[in-house]
């Protein structure tokens, strides 16, 4: 098989052999180094978010490591990570990073996957004692897990929990045919979750023996990134891991095979519970050679592909918009095969209309061979690298204002994949140098050869629902389908692109009548058509405008016999395009641009929200104007996305989980119209016209808007912008009066328990808990405090002394509105025959606070997090945003006093709450879904 990057070597400006290419440089302020016991470090200084700073290890190991006697136990080492080191005995660990504010299954994680291991502290407070005490959680994550046999024996139980949870037909499908999908291959008996039998049968030394043969430090990797010293980092990490020992006689690191397939690979398979059609291509590639990766060879293959993957996805969403078309949606990407990194795979997913897949299958491949034989079009290629440029752009303006994340991905995936821990500044100066050099015919060659064989590494994978009524296609059918699209008489595609400015003539420009300041140092502007504008300006992301607006009157204010039209409204007015284009036409014409713009009809609102780099912020108020002048009309479209709504839908309640959320919305809401979701029995009864109609009349006039703008955009523009294309829009003599009906919970002690059919026996506890109580920040902060400290108490009598369930989360807010309300949420996916036991802790976690009150360790856990986060979002202009649209909508400041609120929480406050509110009132609904017998 020709491989891609031989291909890349072959251009005229790469033409050197493999060893002469250039490197990509590293990242000039990353510390990269090598130990004598060869653990590998990345070590950067970063200042964002100031004063936290994040800590990984990557392990190049993962469960293809495994025996066949360990099948499961790469990911049951994971979750013992967390429960005992040599330094952190028991729950010692949870319990200090928590006690610093880091949340545990958030900021405090790990992954396990075929071929890695990654451990993750994030967000983790600067002081020197949380640096050291960090380091030596990576370093006894490293070597020193207790890995005691009690805690072993209580993780099983866990384990089997996720297993249930993540059981869906998808998985099902895709575990039980691994070895036809991996023919010969050790991936296919290697799936992470592993075997229930090894589960729980398991020795403990056998886990023992997994964790002192594969963890070790040749095959680790450390990164630390944040606003620390890297010199004095990086002298810790050489204190604190020089001295771990690689195994005596190690054995040796195998990277596992996946061998080609001489034939073609087809897999037909359906479950119970699987909802919709679904055919998956794969043409298998080798992947670049590791020695290649952090060459100029990486970075030039990715933005080629993506190239070819953008402009393929576009001819994939014309094709399903004729009305002819088999498919609903098809899709492209390339990247890993399945889950084995030591094989790519250029990949194309398909979804089908019902009874069409072997169509659905031809005129996809048909599309994929007008791409081999004539390639991409000059425009195509232009468009898509305009939309990569345009992103990359954007990410470099802004490359001082990056966030830990950023760096600790990067240099994660250089660790474990080789590829190059280079700066934003140098990507892009590769991609403006090389970009304009490639022709279309580079992107032609590259796509005949990803595409070119269907008879060698070539894989179909096709799954359905077990349903009376739903004929799976054979294999010869599907066969056929890639043969005839094979041999089709085909023509060269033609690019269809309208050449016209979105908007023809400008507005007669209106005027700002008054300027004032407002609250948390946001402008407001009043407009001579009655609009509002607020705006502050931020340099927290030098890329990023927001903007938001907000009218009183939402589906409230819309006919009864409209309702189910104006719920479904913004979802197909979203995808119709705006003024003379058509959705795809608008697409192609905002190519380049990074900006977004969506509606939406609330219960008591209309809203829009948009975003945009400061360079197109004038194409933005461009799209605003038009969604209230000329709001776009694609009836193609339209039927496009209702007939990939039937689909969905026509098997949704085979889904356990469907079930449980119309359960939650007929027990809380019963079966509210105005949340009642859209069901397959109501696609009948919309209307595109009507929708139309519904849309104009709510996004009529711009007068009876505020509009809130956030972000690095630059004061004499935004005047500009504003006065051409928001005070321009008409306005209204009065505004809408805000309304004072919504939707409410039900009240009273609610048990909705009932049961039904599953593949994998599962079970759900939902519980809410609601009611009416004057809003205040303290009452707010209260109700949060609550739903934390349950989820601590929970997780340790749950999850950790009852094996009933992975997870269990408890939430609390209290909020303002119509009515000022409180809300306690549970939700606890749960081990069935235990289900009971979990409802009796569940309430015994909230009686208990009622009569002792919560202790000052969990309360300052709570403290510690909420004033972290809180000191985060300062820097986030999504915050800023709602902070201004509470005050100017509700006259509510939920900045000023925050701190002080918090610190000044007591045990108290929280028992009273829960003991003269919450059981006072006694609003508890739940919902228990379990398996049918």
Same mark, same amino acid.
């Given at each position: 098989?020709?491989?891609?990057?031989?291909?890349?070597?072959?251009?005229?400006?790469?033409?050197?052999?493999?060893?002469?290419?250039?490197?990509?440089?590293?990242?000039?302020?990353?510390?990269?180094?090598?130990?004598?016991?060869?653990?590998?470090?990345?070590?950067?200084?970063?200042?964002?978010?100031?004063?936290?700073?994040?800590?990984?290890?990557?392990?190049?190991?993962?469960?293809?490591?495994?025996?066949?006697?360990?099948?499961?136990?790469?990911?049951?080492?994971?979750?013992?990570?967390?429960?005992?080191?040599?330094?952190?005995?028991?729950?010692?660990?949870?319990?200090?990073?928590?006690?610093?504010?880091?949340?545990?299954?958030?900021?405090?994680?790990?992954?396990?996957?075929?071929?890695?291991?990654?451990?993750?502290?994030?967000?983790?407070?600067?002081?020197?004692?949380?640096?050291?005490?960090?380091?030596?959680?990576?370093?006894?994550?490293?070597?020193?897990?207790?890995?005691?046999?009690?805690?072993?024996?209580?993780?099983?139980?866990?384990?089997?929990?996720?297993?249930?949870?993540?059981?869906?037909?998808?998985?099902?499908?895709?575990?039980? #045919?691994? *070895?036809?999908?991996? @023919?010969?291959?050790? /991936?296919?008996?290697?799936?992470?979750?592993?075997?229930?039998? =090894? !589960? &729980?049968?398991?020795?403990?030394?056998?886990?023992?023996?997994?964790?002192?043969?594969?963890?070790?430090?040749?095959?680790?990797?450390?990164?630390?990134?944040?606003?620390?010293?890297?010199?004095?980092?990086?002298?810790?990490?050489?204190?604190?891991?020089?001295?771990?020992? #690689?195994? *005596?006689?190690?054995? @040796?690191?195998?990277? /596992?095979?996946?061998?080609?397939?001489?034939?073609?690979?087809? =897999? !037909? &398979?359906?479950?119970?519970?699987?909802?919709?059609?679904?055919?998956?291509?794969?043409?298998?590639?080798?992947?670049?050679?590791?020695?290649?990766?952090?060459?100029?060879?990486?970075?030039?293959?990715?933005?080629?592909?993506?190239?070819?993957?953008?402009?393929?996805?576009?001819?994939?969403?014309?094709?399903?918009?004729?009305?002819?078309?088999?498919?609903?949606?098809?899709?492209?990407?390339?990247?890993?095969?399945?889950?084995?990194?030591?094989?790519?795979?250029?990949?194309?997913?398909?979804?089908?209309?019902?009874?069409?897949?072997?169509?659905?299958?031809?005129?996809?491949?048909?599309?994929?061979?007008?791409?081999?034989?004539?390639?991409?079009?000059?425009?195509?290629?232009?468009?898509?690298?305009?939309?990569?440029?345009?992103?990359?752009?954007?990410?470099?303006?802004?490359?001082?204002?990056?966030?830990?994340?950023?760096?600790?991905?990067?240099?994660?995936?250089?660790?474990?994949?080789?590829?190059?821990?280079?700066?934003?500044?140098?990507?892009?100066?590769?991609?403006?140098?090389?970009?304009?050099?490639?022709?279309?015919?580079?992107?032609?060659?590259?796509?005949?050869?990803?595409?070119?064989?269907?008879?060698?590494?070539?894989?179909?994978?096709?799954?359905?629902?077990?349903?009376?009524?739903?004929?799976?296609?054979?294999?010869?059918?599907?066969?056929?389908?890639?043969?005839?699209?094979?041999?089709?008489?085909?023509?060269?595609?033609?690019?269809?692109?309208?050449?016209?400015?979105?908007?023809?003539?400008?507005?007669?420009?209106?005027?700002?009548?008054?300027?004032?300041?407002?609250?948390?140092?946001?402008?407001?502007?009043?407009?001579?058509?009655?609009?509002?504008?607020?705006?502050?300006?931020?340099?927290?992301?030098?890329?990023?405008?927001?903007?938001?607006?907000?009218?009183?009157?939402?589906?409230?204010?819309?006919?009864?016999?409209?309702?189910?039209?104006?719920?479904?409204?913004?979802?197909?007015?979203?995808?119709?395009?705006?003024?003379?284009?058509?959705?795809?036409?608008?697409?192609?014409?905002?190519?380049?641009?990074?900006?977004?713009?969506?509606?939406?009809?609330?219960?008591?609102?209309?809203?829009?929200?948009?975003?945009?780099?400061?360079?197109?912020?004038?194409?933005?108020?461009?799209?605003?104007?038009?969604?209230?002048?000329?709001?776009?009309?694609?009836?193609?479209?339209?039927?496009?996305?209702?007939?990939?709504?039937?689909?969905?839908?026509?098997?949704?309640?085979?889904?356990?989980?469907?079930?449980?959320?119309?359960?939650?919305?007929?027990?809380?809401?019963?079966?509210?119209?105005?949340?009642?979701?859209?069901?397959?029995?109501?696609?009948?009864?919309?209307?595109?016209?009507?929708?139309?109609?519904?849309?104009?009349?709510?996004?009529?006039?711009?007068?009876?808007?505020?509009?809130?703008?956030?972000?690095?955009?630059?004061?004499?523009?935004?005047?500009?912008?504003?006065?051409?294309?928001?005070?321009?829009?008409?306005?209204?003599?009065?505004?809408?009066?805000?309304?004072?009906?919504?939707?409410?919970?039900?009240?009273?002690?609610?048990?909705?328990?009932?049961?039904?059919?599953?593949?994998?026996?599962?079970?759900?506890?939902?519980?809410?808990?609601?009611?009416?109580?004057?809003?205040?920040?303290?009452?707010?902060?209260?109700?949060?405090?609550?739903?934390?400290?349950?989820?601590?108490?929970?997780?340790?009598?749950?999850?950790?002394?009852?094996?009933?369930?992975?997870?269990?989360?408890?939430?609390?807010?209290?909020?303002?509105?119509?009515?000022?309300?409180?809300?306690?949420?549970?939700?606890?996916?749960?081990?069935?025959?235990?289900?009971?036991?979990?409802?009796?802790?569940?309430?015994?976690?909230?009686?208990?606070?009622?009569?002792?009150?919560?202790?000052?360790?969990?309360?300052?856990?709570?403290?510690?997090?909420?004033?972290?986060?809180?000191?985060?979002?300062?820097?986030?202009?999504?915050?800023?945003?709602?902070?201004?649209?509470?005050?100017?909508?509700?006259?509510?400041?939920?900045?000023?006093?925050?701190?002080?609120?918090?610190?000044?929480?007591?045990?108290?406050?929280?028992?009273?709450?829960?003991?003269?509110?919450?059981?006072?009132?006694?609003?508890?609904?739940?919902?228990?879904?379990?398996?049918?017998?």
């Amino acid at each position: 098989m020709k491989k891609l990057f031989i291909l890349l070597l072959m251009l005229p400006f790469m033409a050197v052999q493999a060893q002469q290419l250039p490197e990509v440089p590293n990242d000039p302020e990353v510390r990269i180094g090598k130990l004598e016991n060869g653990l590998t470090y990345y070590i950067r200084h970063n200042n964002l978010p100031e004063n936290q700073a994040c800590f990984y290890i990557a392990q190049r190991v993962g469960s293809v490591q495994e025996e066949e006697s360990q099948r499961g136990l790469a990911h049951f080492l994971e979750h013992m990570a967390f429960n005992g080191t040599t330094s952190f005995p028991g729950n010692n660990m949870i319990n200090y990073l928590e006690s610093i504010g880091i949340n545990f299954g958030g900021e405090l994680n790990a992954y396990t996957g075929a071929d890695e291991t990654v451990y993750n502290i994030d967000a983790v407070p600067v002081t020197p004692g949380h640096i050291d005490s960090c380091l030596l959680i990576l370093h006894d994550w490293s070597n020193s897990l207790l890995l005691e046999d009690a805690e072993i024996d209580k993780e099983r139980g866990v384990i089997h929990e996720e297993w249930r949870l993540r059981s869906s037909a998808m998985m099902r499908m895709l575990e039980r #045919n691994l *070895e036809t999908i991996y @023919p010969n291959s050790r /991936y296919g008996r290697r799936f992470p979750i592993g075997l229930m039998e =090894v !589960i &729980d049968n398991f020795a403990p030394d056998t886990l023992r023996a997994y964790y002192h043969r594969w963890y070790r430090p040749e095959l680790q990797g450390i990164v630390v990134v944040g606003d620390i010293d890297v010199a004095e980092v990086e002298q810790k990490v050489k204190n604190l891991f020089s001295d771990i020992k #690689n195994p *005596e006689n190690p054995s @040796p690191y195998l990277e /596992y095979e996946v061998p080609d397939n001489e034939t073609p690979i087809y =897999v !037909i &398979d359906k479950d119970k519970e699987q909802t919709i059609e679904m055919i998956m291509v794969s043409f298998k590639q080798d992947p670049m050679p590791r020695e290649l990766r952090k060459t100029m060879a990486k970075p030039l293959q990715d933005f080629i592909v993506n190239v070819i993957t953008m402009a393929l996805n576009k001819r994939f969403d014309e094709l399903s918009q004729q009305e002819d078309c088999p498919f609903n949606e098809a899709g492209c990407d390339y990247g890993t095969y399945i889950m084995s990194k030591t094989k790519d795979a250029f990949n194309v997913n398909i979804m089908p209309k019902p009874g069409k897949s072997a169509e659905a299958l031809k005129v996809v491949m048909q599309e994929l061979e007008r791409a081999h034989r004539f390639g991409l079009t000059g425009s195509e290629v232009i468009r898509a690298r305009e939309e990569i440029m345009s992103a990359k752009e954007a990410q470099y303006n802004n490359r001082e204002k990056q966030y830990n994340n950023h760096y600790v991905q990067k240099f994660v995936r250089s660790y474990l994949d080789g590829t190059p821990a280079s700066n934003i500044e140098t990507e892009y100066q590769i991609l403006q140098m090389v970009a304009p050099q490639l022709p279309a015919e580079t992107y032609s060659e590259l796509v005949k050869e990803m595409v070119a064989s269907t008879d060698t590494n070539f894989v179909v994978l096709a799954f359905y629902p077990e349903k009376e009524g739903v004929v799976m296609p054979t294999q010869e059918e599907l066969r056929n389908a890639v043969s005839e699209a094979k041999a089709a008489q085909l023509e060269a595609y033609v690019d269809n692109v309208k050449n016209e400015p979105l908007i023809a003539t400008l507005p007669a420009p209106g005027s700002i009548t008054k300027e004032e300041p407002s609250k948390f140092g946001y402008t407001k502007w009043t407009l001579s058509n009655g609009a509002n504008v607020y705006f502050k300006h931020t340099d927290h992301n030098l890329s990023s405008v927001s903007l938001s607006a907000r009218s009183e009157g939402g589906l409230r204010r819309v006919k009864q016999e409209d309702l189910l039209n104006a719920k479904n409204t913004a979802t197909f007015m979203n995808s119709s395009g705006l003024g003379n284009f058509k959705n795809l036409e608008l697409e192609k014409a905002l190519a380049g641009k990074q900006v977004s713009l969506s509606s939406n009809i609330a219960e008591n609102t209309e809203v829009l929200i948009g975003s945009s780099t400061p360079k197109d912020l004038r194409t933005l108020f461009e799209m605003v104007y038009l969604t209230f002048t000329q709001p776009g009309y694609d009836a193609d479209n339209y039927k496009k996305m209702l007939g990939s709504m039937r689909t969905q839908l026509e098997n949704a309640d085979k889904v356990p989980e469907s079930a449980l959320s119309d359960s939650l919305i007929s027990t809380l809401f019963k079966n509210n119209a105005y949340v009642k979701p859209t069901k397959l029995a109501d696609l009948d009864n919309l209307d595109y016209d009507a929708m139309q109609r519904i849309f104009r009349e709510r996004f009529n006039s711009a007068g009876d808007f505020d509009f809130y703008v956030t972000g690095n955009f630059d004061a004499d523009s935004l005047r500009l912008f504003t006065e051409q294309y928001i005070a321009s829009l008409p306005g209204v003599n009065q505004r809408e009066a805000r309304g004072n009906e919504k939707v409410d919970m039900v009240k009273g002690t609610v048990m909705n328990r009932f049961t039904r059919k599953m593949e994998t026996p599962k079970s759900y506890i939902f519980q809410i808990w609601n009611g009416e109580e004057p809003y205040s920040m303290k009452e707010a902060a209260i109700v949060d405090a609550l739903g934390q400290i349950l989820s601590q108490r929970y997780l340790k009598s749950i999850r950790e002394e009852g094996s009933m369930a992975y997870s269990v989360q408890a939430s609390g807010s209290a909020d303002f509105g119509i009515k000022d309300e409180y809300s306690l949420s549970i939700i606890c996916p749960v081990k069935p025959e235990k289900a009971d036991s979990a409802l009796i802790l569940i309430r015994q976690g909230i009686e208990e606070i009622a009569k002792d009150g919560v202790t000052k360790e969990e309360l300052d856990k709570v403290i510690t997090y909420n004033v972290k986060s809180y000191q985060d979002n300062q820097k986030n202009n999504g915050y800023w945003a709602g902070l201004i649209s509470s005050y100017v909508n509700w006259n509510k400041d939920t900045q000023t006093g925050y701190i002080e609120t918090q610190q000044a929480l007591t045990s108290k406050d929280i028992q009273d709450f829960v003991k003269k509110v919450l059981l006072k009132q006694n609003n508890c609904a739940t919902v228990l879904m379990l398996p049918e017998e």
